[in-house]
């Protein structure tokens, strides 16, 4: 059976990165169309990818959702898919700063597994036409987590350790106000740029 591209992308994904009940608290994005609209081009890992926002509001409560595909590309034949993945964020404000809480929805038609289903917290960081995401450092996640600056489980198991916060949304944004956020978000995770 052959794994797509995507399939190996959310393998790495599921194994590597911290995970969160729940979504950060903050600020609503003033400009969010303007911010997330279009395709955006980039890599995952090895692979190039092709980012689309295809949904974008504004629920009760005023919190922000954004909603796209990931679609995997052929290194050598940029025309050819090899998968893709649904995807579906909270976008907030934090000290002037952009933070997404993505869930993964789908794999190529397929929904994602129970184990998946965590948030993931992405740092955004924007120029005119680019926008790099970063996410939270594994080790430093698992350091704060035994000292308690916040609250989750660690398992120490794997090469690395697996981390899944508990720690609600209002409290993630308190330890957010005052991180040294290089240092929590300091593994780039991808970069795109815009397609005009």
Known sequence: MQ??????????????FPTSQYPISGTPLENLDD????????????????VLFIQQGQDDTGTHHIGGLIVAHHAERL??????????AEVSVVRGEIFLSARLKQMDGQPTEADEQGYYLFRVQ????????????????AELVERSALQGTVDHSGPLPTVELTSDGQDLRAFFMTA??????????ARFTRRR
């Open 3 to 16: 794994i797509s591209a995507i399939g190996v992308f959310l393998f790495a994904l599921s194994a590597c």
């Open 35 to 50: 911010t997330f609209s279009g395709i955006w081009e980039g890599t995952l890992g090895d692979s190039p990818v092709t």
């Open 79 to 88: 025309s050819l898919n090899e998968g893709w993945l649904e995807f579906g």
């Open 126 to 141: 924007l120029e005119e036409t680019s926008m790099t995401l970063s996410r939270m450092d594994n080790m430093v996640t």
């Open 180 to 189: 040294d956020l290089d240092e929590v978000f300091s593994r780039v995770y």
